[in-house]
């Protein structure tokens, strides 16, 4: 888990992927590792998500590869054979937590108040995803709920790009930020690789910059 955390940590964005196809599975993977970003995040809102991750983990299994919107221990279970290396769910959901520390599987829940932060505390974990932060009050929030709780740190999605990345990862609580505005669904089911594989060095030089 903490081997995993650094990686999670060292590429500072994980592209958050909505895929509707899974013959474009292999050539987003490709795109996103030539620009230096080996990991997504593939949320389970299409029926096409399991296969993608199949094909994703198989062609490249240097990526580091989550399932997200997972709502249901079935889908932990799918997501973990497909080759998912952790779970991400939108809020916090007990029984899909304490089902994967079970299993030594890793797990970010979506935390955006205290009460919710204090159950991931009780159960030992190191970051929860904030979703969706823009909506939810953005670094502010994070940045008040962080103060009583030194030790977690904070994955926020949502309403998260180019221009706010910055912002976030400047704060030393956060330890990396979910984003789509590199693989937007469009640029995906257009084939419009190259452009993503751009998008996606854009972003890692960034995150470089920021956190030089």
């Given at each position: 888990?903490?081997?995993?955390?650094?990686?999670?940590?060292?590429?500072?964005?994980?592209?958050?992927?909505?895929?509707?196809?899974?013959?474009?599975?292999?050539?987003?993977?490709?795109?996103?590792?030539?620009?230096?970003?080996?990991?997504?995040?593939?949320?389970?809102?299409?029926?096409?998500?399991?296969?993608?991750?199949?094909?994703?983990?198989?062609?490249?299994?240097?990526?580091?590869?989550?399932?997200?919107?997972?709502?249901?221990?079935?889908?932990?279970?799918?997501?973990?054979?497909?080759?998912?290396?952790?779970?991400?769910?939108?809020?916090?959901?007990?029984?899909?937590?304490?089902?994967?520390?079970?299993?030594?599987?890793?797990?970010?829940?979506?935390?955006?108040?205290?009460?919710?932060?204090?159950?991931?505390?009780?159960?030992?974990?190191?970051?929860?995803?904030?979703?969706?932060?823009?909506?939810?009050?953005?670094?502010?929030?994070?940045?008040?709920?962080?103060?009583?709780?030194?030790?977690?740190?904070?994955?926020?999605?949502?309403?998260?790009?180019a221009k706010n990345l910055?912002?976030?990862?400047?704060?030393?609580?956060?330890?990396?930020?979910?984003?789509?505005?590199?693989?937007?669904?469009?640029?995906?089911?257009?084939?419009?690789?190259?452009?993503?594989?751009?998008?996606?060095?854009?972003?890692?030089?960034?995150?470089?910059?920021?956190?030089?």
């Amino acid at each position: 888990m903490d081997s995993m955390l650094e990686q999670v940590k060292n590429f500072g964005v994980i592209p958050v992927v909505v895929i509707n196809d899974a013959k474009d599975a292999k050539f987003l993977a490709q795109a996103l590792c030539n620009g230096g970003l080996p990991c997504a995040e593939i949320t389970f809102r299409t029926e096409a998500a399991v296969e993608a991750l199949k094909i994703m983990s198989r062609e490249f299994p240097q990526m580091l590869l989550g399932a997200g919107t997972v709502l249901t221990k079935t889908q932990v279970d799918k997501a973990i054979e497909a080759g998912a290396k952790f779970i991400v769910s939108p809020g916090f959901d007990s029984e899909i937590v304490d089902y994967c520390l079970e299993k030594n599987i890793p797990v970010f829940p979506g935390c955006i108040t205290p009460s919710e932060v204090i159950q991931a505390v009780k159960r030992g974990l190191k970051v929860v995803k904030f979703f969706p932060a823009e909506s939810a009050g953005g670094l502010d929030m994070i940045k008040a709920m962080s103060a009583p709780y030194t030790d977690l740190e904070f994955m926020p999605t949502g309403g998260i790009h180019a221009k706010n990345l910055e912002n976030y990862l400047s704060f030393s609580k956060i330890a990396a930020c979910g984003g789509s505005w590199m693989v937007k669904s469009e640029l995906i089911e257009s084939g419009r690789f190259d452009q993503i594989e751009q998008l996606t060095k854009e972003a890692k030089a960034l995150v470089n910059k920021i956190r030089k």
